[in-house]
Every structure is written in C-alpha cells, then in structure tokens.
C-alpha cells in the first residue's frame, strides 16, 4: 500500500547543507521501519541510515556526525538532514521500505563548487 517519492535534492557547495524529505502514501507510515540509500555514479546502491519505528537510528560511518534521519509519522514522512556535504556525498538518494523492499525513484544530491 505504501508508495514513496522523494524530495529536496540539487546543488550545493561543499560545507553546504540539504534536507531530503520522503513522503509516503498508504496510511501504514508507523507500521514500518524506514531507511535512505544512495548511490553514486559507478558505484553500487549503499545504506545510508535507518529510522525504526520506535526512532532508533543508525548510520552508516561515512556520514555520522553530518547526517541525521528522523520521521512524523502525522505527516507519513521520513527526513534526511545532510549537514557538511562532501563533494562524495554526491548520489541519488532513495526512501526504502526494508520489511516491504519498497523503493521511492530516487532524488539527485549534487555537491560541487
């Protein structure tokens, strides 16, 4: 039931900083954890960070302490602020649904002077 479509990316300079939202549809949002991938040019898809469904977090190393994910639940949405971007941050960024392997189509994070 749940569809996602991502939004917010573009481009930024380097030290600069996004949020990317992830809006859900399908009246279920509470019921599942939640997750951000990305993947950037060449490379494969990599998990970003992960939001339970009680908001236990985790990240994965190369954005800790940049990245912070977070949800509301009344607005069936999930969040990725993006702080001190990095010109390796640049990827397309997904909203997953790991219990249902559901996929948003991805927004696009430039980070370039």
């Known amino acids: 039931q749940v569809q996602l479509v991502e939004s917010g990316g573009g481009l930024v300079q380097p030290g600069g900083s996004l949020r990317l939202s992830c809006a859900a549809s399908?009246?279920?949002?509470?019921?599942?954890?939640m997750a951000w991938y990305r993947q950037a040019p060449g490379k494969q898809r990599e998990l970003v960070a992960t939001?339970?469904?009680?908001?236990?977090?985790s990240y994965t190393d190369s954005v800790k302490g940049r990245f912070a994910i977070s949800r509301d639940n009344a607005k069936e949405t999930v969040y990725l602020q993006m702080n001190s971007l990095k010109p390796e941050d640049t990827a397309v960024y997904y909203c997953?649904?790991?219990?249902?392997?559901?996929w948003g189509k991805g927004t696009l994070v430039t980070v370039s002077s």
């Open positions: 939001i339970s469904t009680g908001d236990s977090t």
């Open positions: 399908g009246g279920v949002f509470g019921w599942y954890d």
């Open positions: 997953n649904v790991p219990h249902l392997s559901k």
